[in-house]
Every structure is written in structure tokens, then in C-alpha cells.
């Protein structure tokens, strides 16, 4: 069964930075479509960045220009990397494949506090 690991979240300022990573338990990744999912309390989960086998990339509308989604096939890992984050990213983020289909892992969260 594949396996998703997040990390990388914390507590950052407004206007700070994290950089998240996923690492999965697969090799099969480079062939899947993956997303970064993010669930903020009493939420439904939300796919805000998307990226292609390819290396297309897509993003919602409130992360757009402030958020980058990459992979490295080679380490089985997608990152993401938040920039100028707000107080309204405050969520636990977790990847899967765009679908959301594959077992979720644990989530790493993210706090943008002052």
C-alpha cells in the first residue's frame, strides 16, 4: 500500500515561508498527477496546487503567485514551496494524486500566526 508522509509545516509569521514536502513509498509517482490538498478547521479539504506527470502546474485562485508546487520523480517526493503565506492558509496541507485517491498520510500543519 502506498504511503504519503508530510512534512515541513509549523508556526510562521504573515508574510513568512515554509516549504512542504511529501515523500511517497513509490516509485510510481512519477507517473501520477499530484496535488496538495489543505483542510482548515471546519472545512471541507481543498486541492489548491496541482502538478502534472509533465510538470504542469495549476493553482486555486487565493494561492496563486504565492505558492509553487515541483516534484523530484527521482526521490519519490512534491514539494511545496508557500511564499508571503496569510493567515487564511492556516490548515493541515497533506499531497495525494490530484484524484485524492490514494491512502491520505497524516498532514503537516501549517500555522500563520502573529
Known amino acids: 500500500q502506498v504511503q504519503l508522509v508530510e512534512s515541513g509545516g509549523g508556526l510562521v509569521q504573515p508574510g513568512g515561508s515554509l516549504r512542504l514536502s511529501c515523500a511517497a513509498s513509490?516509485?510510481?509517482?512519477?507517473?501520477?498527477?499530484m496535488g496538495w490538498f489543505r483542510q482548515a478547521p471546519g472545512m471541507q479539504r481543498e486541492l489548491v496546487a496541482a502538478i502534472t506527470s509533465g510538470g504542469s502546474t495549476n493553482y486555486v485562485d487565493s494561492v496563486k503567485g504565492r505558492f509553487t508546487i515541483s516534484r523530484d520523480n527521482a526521490k519519490n517526493t512534491v514539494y511545496l514551496q508557500m511564499n508571503s503565506l496569510k493567515p487564511e492558509d492556516t490548515a493541515v496541507y497533506y499531497c495525494n494524486n490530484d484524484r485524492g485517491s490514494m491512502p491520505w498520510g497524516q498532514g503537516t500543519q501549517v500555522t500563520v500566526s502573529s
Open positions: 513509490t516509485s510510481c509517482l512519477k507517473f501520477m498527477a
